[in-house]
């Protein structure tokens, strides 16, 4: 992977660290790696890190905000592509961690709702909203691109009317654009409730990984067994392999969301999207996954944790005091090919001090 902007920041390796180690550097559990940062490295944090924060007590809050300040912690943000999604660039912002924190909570999102209805579909499927089928959540879902269509319409207005065009651009093109939109969405709604129908017929008790891992006889027990290197094409080697899987017509790099499916564009597949779909995938087919995701808590708990996945590939150094966290995301960057190095810290009790574990991409292999 090639870093970034992000590097321009100075000649410090840069360590982004999980909610788990900030919480302990300033409970002052890990003061070496307090000194290590301040000494050696720059430390980073991103809008997942300012997510935590906010759902701390005030006192933990307050905490956390004035750790970061003692680190000279650095904010930074990805650039967004044109249809919304994190490119492949991050920069570095001048902002202090309580600034960084109160532009986040006075910013309102502009998907009309559209990132929440994603994430409750996500939680449905992963076991949530126990007693509910999917109808609810994908009205939602349709009233969230409604208020879109409407909002995108009157900026196109806007715009036409201001002259920011390059050229003319008459109104009824744009109201032909729109219904297609909108045409093309009822398309797609009336599909997926057709096929989530017949696909899960008792919806209300749905939990998608049991199902799943049912389907292709597999469970956590076996997959937390796999060894690296090579762990996501150990795991595929199973799943392709069982009986349910053989007629699904999908390949290893778009099952774990690495490629795009044929549906899918070909270009809208980033960095973060290769992350973030392989870790959410991982975690459903049962490598080391998260527990209890059905439960609201823990449900907001891993999509953290996919979001520190994914701000955390535009480090030098991952540090983080999850196992879990850990063995999936040394799995992810393997299968994306990210080159930075991911450090778990473990406390023995019976030794009294941290162990520390270490993951780099092996950029020797195959020579």
Request: proline share 4%; charged share 25%; aromatic share 10%.
């Amino acid at each position: 992977m090639t870093r970034s902007p992000l590097h321009s920041i100075q000649q410090k390796p840069l360590v982004y660290i999980d909610q788990n180690i900030l919480d302990w550097i300033s409970k002052g559990r890990i003061d070496f790696i307090r000194t290590f940062i301040k000494e050696k490295a720059q430390l980073i944090y991103s809008l997942e890190t300012l997510n935590e924060i906010a759902r701390a007590q005030t006192k933990r809050h307050n905490e956390f905000l004035s750790t970061l300040k003692e680190l000279e912690a650095i904010f930074y943000e990805l650039q967004l592509t044109e249809d919304n999604q994190y490119a492949n660039e991050a920069n570095p912002t001048q902002l202090t961690p309580q600034e960084a924190l109160s532009n986040h909570l006075n910013t309102e999102s502009d998907d009309c709702g559209a990132s929440d209805g994603l994430g409750q579909f996500l939680f449905k499927l992963l076991g949530g909203r126990k007693g509910e089928s999917f109808n609810p959540i994908l009205d939602a879902l349709n009233e969230s691109f409604d208020r879109l269509t409407i909002q995108m319409k009157e900026e196109l207005y806007q715009a036409i009317d201001a002259k920011q065009t390059t050229e003319d651009v008459p109104k009824d093109l744009v109201d032909d654009y729109i219904s297609s939109t909108v045409n093309e969405w009822q398309r797609l709604d009336r599909e997926l409730r057709s096929t989530i129908d017949q696909q899960i017929p008792h919806q209300e008790d749905f939990h998608g990984p049991n199902v799943f891992r049912n389907h292709v006889s597999l469970s956590p027990k076996v997959l937390n067994n796999i060894k690296p290197p090579h762990v996501v094409q150990q795991i595929w080697e199973l799943i392709s392999h069982s009986e349910t899987w053989k007629t699904i017509d999908v390949t290893m790099n778009q099952f774990f969301g690495v490629d795009p499916h044929s549906f899918e564009a070909k270009d809208n597949n980033t960095w973060a999207t290769k992350i973030n779909g392989a870790y959410n995938v991982l975690n459903f087919v049962g490598y080391w996954p998260d527990e209890a995701t059905e439960k609201e808590k823990q449900f907001i708990s891993f999509q953290s944790d996919s979001g520190h996945a994914v701000f955390g590939a535009y480090a030098d150094l991952l540090i983080t005091g999850d196992k879990r966290f850990f063995k999936k995301i040394c799995a992810v960057f393997e299968l994306v090919q990210i080159n930075n190095v991911v450090m778990f810290l473990e406390f023995n009790n019976q030794q009294e001090n941290w162990d520390l574990h270490q993951w780099q991409l092996d950029t020797n292999e195959g020579e």
